[in-house]
């Protein structure tokens, strides 16, 4: 299984980014997708996550800024950030959590390699 992200880069704060991660592989289903961010020296933080139905949870500091969606059919999982803030540079990691055809009835969770964001103030 394969998740690879793309879509980082350089804004200027107030600016807008969008993010995608595309996973591969031997998936059978894939219960969540998430995005978390890191910043050198701090531990990786929960950015935002979706579930297979849809349900959806960000965190307090992006609530209202950031939006997470998937196409499940593409086993995608999309980030649009808008009204970026310099405090959002960091590493971000899509991660999910599956189910591999070659083993039904466990999850797994794999990650992308991540991709930077980088907000100018």
């Known amino acids: 299984v394969q998740l690879v992200e793309s879509g980082g880069g350089l804004v200027q704060a107030g600016g807008s980014l969008g993010l995608s991660c595309s996973a591969s592989g031997s998936i059978l289903s894939i219960n969540v997708m998430g995005w978390y961010r890191q910043v050198p020296g701090q531990q990786r933080e929960l950015v935002a996550r979706?579930?297979?139905?849809?349900?959806?949870y960000y965190d307090k500091s992006v609530e209202g800024r950031f939006t997470i969606s998937r196409d499940n059919a593409k086993n995608t999982v999309y980030l649009q950030m808008n009204t970026l803030k310099p405090e959002d540079t960091a590493v971000y990691y899509c991660?999910?959590?599956?189910?591999?055809?070659?083993?039904?009835?466990?999850?797994?969770?794999?990650w992308g390699q991540g991709t930077l964001v980088t907000v100018s103030s």
């Open positions: 991660n999910a959590d599956l189910e591999l055809t070659t083993a039904r009835g466990y999850q797994y969770r794999y």
């Open positions: 979706i579930i297979s139905d849809g349900r959806t």
